[in-house]
């Protein structure tokens, strides 16, 4: 049973006409909830009623309290999927290039620009954050096999001058020379 204090926040409103109102259906259950329990229906018996649990009415009535009829449409989402902001989109990318020139030989992983992210950007993004963030950026994820430290290219265009003719090269990417 509700306390007779949060029963009394409950009175002012007409839940009924504004869930007759509401076009979306989970904001229109809960305010059907609330005029249940303005009715002095328990929490369980509305949720009974309404097919959910009463954690959810007693859920939906803390909401209710702590932000009043505009709080019922749900959570508010406090964290966001793009951390980097627009204007560093670019920065970011000649960022995670540069690192793979530096790098020398072998890939760049995700924790690797993750790391990056935070020490140059101060943002904090998951592992799947960072692969998001490259296919947003239009940066292909799947490279090609990394040129080894200890090539010697000069030995390697030697070698290329004596294939077939139309045979397959395997050329180092031409940004990182």
Not at 21 to 33: F, H, Q, T, V
Not at 34 to 61: D, F, P, T, Y
Request: glycine share 8%; charged share 25%.
């Amino acid at each position: 049973m509700l306390s007779q204090q949060i029963i009394d926040q409950l009175q002012p409103y007409d839940f009924d006409r504004l869930a007759r109102k509401e076009s979306d259906g989970r904001r229109r259950l809960r305010l059907i909830a609330l005029a249940h329990l303005k009715e002095g229906k328990s929490c369980s018996e509305v949720g009974a009623a309404l097919r959910v649990s009463r954690h959810a009415v007693m859920r939906w009535v803390q909401w209710f309290i702590a932000g009043g009829v505009a709080r019922l449409a749900g959570m508010p989402h406090d964290w966001s999927t793009q951390r980097l902001a627009k204007g560093q989109e670019e920065a970011c990318r000649q960022a995670v290039e540069q690192l793979q020139c530096e790098r020398g030989g072998g890939r760049v992983r995700g924790k690797d620009i993750r790391q990056l992210l935070d020490r140059q950007f101060g943002v904090a993004y998951s592992l799947n954050g960072v692969y998001d963030l490259m296919k947003r950026l239009g940066m292909v994820w799947i490279s090609a096999r990394a040129v080894s430290p200890s090539a010697d290219p000069v030995a390697q265009a030697e070698f290329k001058k004596k294939l077939r003719p139309g045979s397959r090269s395997n050329a180092a990417p031409e940004h990182c020379a």
